[in-house]
């Protein structure tokens, strides 16, 4: 009994390899093996690259949302400054009222100090909104619209390229079977073997640049997380100025309220404001300002307990400033691998797909046509010398290219 052949698993698929990755075009003709293998490598990298747009977009699509939420931080900074200066106004004519300025003036320092800061980050977010996070929006918006086009553009090479690779091996078997047809034939391949490799090269730096503007939409996640922490803050802040607003509200009401007293003689009644007892106490009589101011006093002390406030600026202002000094040279960037990749996708692709569909390796033309052999000079007529019943010998046709000089 014979022994069983047994074949080891590194064998075996390296035996797999081959036969897979084997071309079907002749071995005789290796240009045209070297123009389908690169076909090959090109059709699988547009496939890769169409994946890649797909990523691409997405990203673009999650950086435009960035934009938006940069844009409604920029709102809530300038609506945030707006109220400062409001509240800031409301409190001033507080500053010279007798027992309430110096809470007042306190106050009214603190958030001076506070609406600085933000107004001088309002000035850089209005002018950053403006010129760079609108226009860098629409870039974004066009860009997304360009990568799927480009999408389909490589489904649409991906596709013809297997066309190619058809017609190629077609061709070449075609050759193969007609003598001196493969040598013809590999010569055409290699004049056209560099606009493959051209091919190639469009689409490797086609590649880079979809890396490129996936590398600058990275850049942008810093300053967008910056816009947004500033807009997380500002809602904290919020909540801490809103206590604020309403304690100047009630104290101009509080100040505003009327007190009476019956003077000890003539049981008349006299009435004041607390704002009048506190600011002309001249005009009350002095029998009775001790009570009165007693009575003032009494009901300020809430209102100005709740004044007595530290608001601290909200945080997040010096990361958005720096973030904002590098908004300017990102944007650039952007603007520049967003119209080259642009460029490579509608354009360079498109030039050297055409140009290989003028240049495809093709049989040459005595090779493909099949002209008739000269027909011999018809002899003049003579008088017949052999038997009516008697036929001429046929003439044996042969191909152009055996016929011998």
Not at 147 to 164: D, M, P, Q, V
Request: glycine share 2%.
């Amino acid at each position: 009994m014979k022994p069983a052949l047994v074949l080891s698993i590194p064998f075996l698929l390296a035996f797999a390899a081959t036969t897979l990755n084997a071309s079907p075009i002749p071995s005789n003709m290796r240009e045209t093996r070297a123009i389908d293998s690169d076909l090959a490598r090109i059709e699988k990298e547009c496939q890769t690259l169409q994946n890649r747009l797909t990523q691409l977009r997405q990203q673009v699509k999650t950086a435009r949302d960035g934009m938006n939420h940069a844009i409604d931080a920029t709102r809530a900074i300038k609506a945030t400054d707006e109220r400062l200066i409001t509240l800031i106004d409301n409190l001033k004519p507080y500053t010279s009222v007798p027992k309430v300025r110096t809470i007042a003036r306190t106050l009214r320092k603190n958030l001076q100090r506070v609406q600085e800061q933000i107004h001088t980050l309002r000035k850089k977010t209005d002018k950053a909104e403006k010129d760079i996070l609108r226009p860098a929006k629409d870039r974004l918006k066009e860009l997304e619209q360009s990568i799927l086009g480009g999408e389909f553009k490589l489904a649409s090479y991906k596709k013809t390229i297997s066309t190619w690779r058809r017609d190629l091996q077609t061709n070449a078997a075609r050759a193969n079977s007609i003598p001196g047809g493969a040598a013809a034939f590999d010569a055409t391949s290699r004049v056209a073997r560099p606009t493959v490799q051209s091919i190639a090269n469009v689409l490797t730096e086609t590649r880079q640049s979809i890396d490129r503007v996936g590398n600058n939409l990275t850049q942008w996640n810093d300053p967008i997380r910056a816009f947004m922490t500033m807009d997380q803050s500002l809602s904290s802040f919020e909540k801490k100025l809103a206590p604020a607003e309403k304690t100047a509200a009630k104290l101009e009401k509080t100040l505003g309220k009327k007190l009476s007293i019956k003077l000890p003689f003539g049981k008349k009644t006299i009435t004041f404001s607390i704002r009048e007892i506190l600011e002309t106490p001249g005009k009350v009589l002095g029998v009775v300002l001790k009570p009165l101011e007693k009575l003032a006093d009494k009901l300020l002390q809430p209102v100005l307990k709740e004044l007595k406030l530290e608001i601290k600026a909200p945080s997040g202002i010096a990361n958005l400033n720096s973030e904002l000094n590098r908004l300017p040279s990102i944007e650039a960037s952007l603007r520049r691998e967003a119209d080259q990749l642009h460029q490579q996708v509608t354009t360079r692709l498109q030039q050297i797909i055409q140009r290989w569909s003028r240049i495809q390796p093709h049989l040459p033309r005595h090779l493909t046509s099949h002209p008739q052999p000269p027909k011999r000079p018809i002899a003049a007529e003579r008088p017949a010398q052999n038997p009516p019943s008697s036929k001429p010998a046929p003439v044996r046709e042969f191909p152009v290219m055996f016929i011998q000089p």
